[in-house]
């Protein structure tokens, strides 16, 4: 029988939360070593010994220092912000980071850390993180006011204790959220956020859209049927299904739900209803793509999922990000039985 995602209602105990915050499967190998820099983006070279640099700090300021006495005395942790465009190889580096730096260590995207803080408590995330050397936060963007309290917040506590903070992003820190929120209290914390980082500009063309064809026409949705069946370890499921589906668990569970699967096939795709649907489908995308996971759909192409207004709004970045993850998703290959 065809399984369906529908049909799981994964569970995550609370004290996984922290231990699964670590980089996708696709960077398991990944080393500063292994980037290669493009000789026509001296930024990137220069990213690489930046990085190399800020884990030598992580590794000093977790030794500590001497004061009165013997005792150690409390260090702030080191800041770092790599920012630039979509697949110029931030994560790469971002990864690397973390394989290099002491452990206990944590790496997870800005969205996962919010769902994290969000099940544990905030109390209880900064004790949990305290411990760590650094905080490798991928995709780091600020869509609310209240996100930004939050992070805020969480990453004063947590360099005040010595850890290390490292992000990426395509937004400077200083400009998160520029045009779409305008309280006083949202900047203040912006300019806040902004001091903890020395920030470098990583420059390149998205490789995901190098000699990349557009978004491929989508099937019928009998041969999709066909084709879920025949590869192992798939799951077939309706788009409105999956979408209100979704709505029931919290998406710290998204990366649970998608465990041990194929391939995804989904019937009956259209533009998203409301950008609460469209949000919950940018983090499964998120965590279909850090799997590897192929996507196969029929009903309307993947680069319509997200409305000309979504993709116009304060949502934006996230969405072209989606997009340019469910497609190059659509490209692999799907291996049938």
């Known amino acids: 029988m065809q399984e369906r995602l529908?049909?799981?209602?994964?569970?995550?105990?609370?004290?996984?939360l922290v231990a699964q915050l670590v980089p996708p499967a696709m960077f398991d190998e990944v080393s500063f070593a292994s980037y290669i820099p493009d000789p026509n983006q001296p930024s990137q070279?220069?990213?690489?010994?930046?990085?190399?640099?800020?884990?030598?700090?992580?590794?000093?300021?977790?030794?500590?220092?001497?004061?009165?006495?013997?005792?150690?005395?409390?260090?702030?942790?080191a800041g770092l912000y790599l920012d630039g465009g979509f697949g110029v190889g931030k994560t790469h580096l971002l990864a690397s980071?973390?394989?290099?730096?002491?452990?206990?260590?944590?790496?997870?995207?800005?969205?996962?850390?919010?769902?994290?803080?969000?099940?544990?408590?905030?109390?209880?995330?900064?004790?949990?993180?305290s411990t760590h050397s650094v905080l490798c936060i991928d995709e780091f963007e600020l869509d609310d006011p209240g996100d930004?309290?939050?992070?805020?917040?969480?990453?004063?506590?947590?360099?005040a204790r010595g850890v290390s903070i490292v992000a990426t992003s395509n937004?400077?820190?200083?400009?998160?959220?520029?045009?779409?929120?305008?309280?006083?209290?949202?900047?203040?914390?912006?300019?806040?956020?902004s001091s903890i980082f020395e920030t470098l500009r990583v420059d390149g063309p998205d490789y995901r859209h190098r000699d990349l064809p557009p978004a491929p026409e989508p099937i019928a949705a009998e041969e999709l049927i066909e084709r879920a069946e025949a590869v192992p370890g798939s799951t077939?499921?309706?788009?409105?299904?999956?979408?209100?589906?979704?709505?029931?668990?919290h998406p710290s569970r998204y990366g649970k739900l998608i465990?041990?699967?194929t391939a995804v096939f989904l019937n009956g795709v259209h533009p998203a209803q409301d950008q609460s649907v469209a949000l919950r489908l940018?983090?499964?995308?998120?965590?279909?793509?850090?799997?590897?996971?192929?996507v196969t759909v029929a009903g309307a192409k993947l680069d319509e999922i997200f409305t000309p207004e979504m993709l116009a709004g304060g949502y934006r970045k996230k969405y072209l990000r989606a997009t340019s993850r469910l497609l190059a998703l659509s490209r692999f290959e799907v291996a049938a039985s």
């Open 282 to 294: 940018v983090v499964l995308a998120d965590r279909l793509y850090d799997a590897s996971i192929p």
């Open 236 to 249: 077939l499921d309706d788009f409105d299904e999956l979408c209100a589906h979704l709505s029931t668990l």
């Open 259 to 261: 465990e041990g699967v």
């Open 6 to 16: 529908v049909d799981r209602s994964p569970v995550v105990p609370a004290e996984q």
């Open 45 to 77: 070279a220069a990213a690489v010994r930046a990085a190399e640099e800020f884990v030598g700090k992580v590794g000093k300021i977790r030794g500590g220092k001497r004061g009165l006495f013997g005792r150690k005395a409390p260090s702030t942790g």
């Open 171 to 193: 937004t400077l820190p200083g400009q998160l959220g520029e045009g779409r929120f305008a309280a006083q209290d949202f900047l203040r914390e912006i300019k806040k956020l």
């Open 148 to 159: 930004t309290m939050l992070v805020s917040r969480l990453l004063t506590e947590l360099s």
């Open 97 to 129: 980071i973390f394989h290099s730096a002491p452990s206990p260590k944590a790496f997870g995207t800005f969205v996962e850390l919010t769902h994290v803080v969000g099940a544990l408590g905030f109390n209880k995330a900064v004790e949990e993180l």
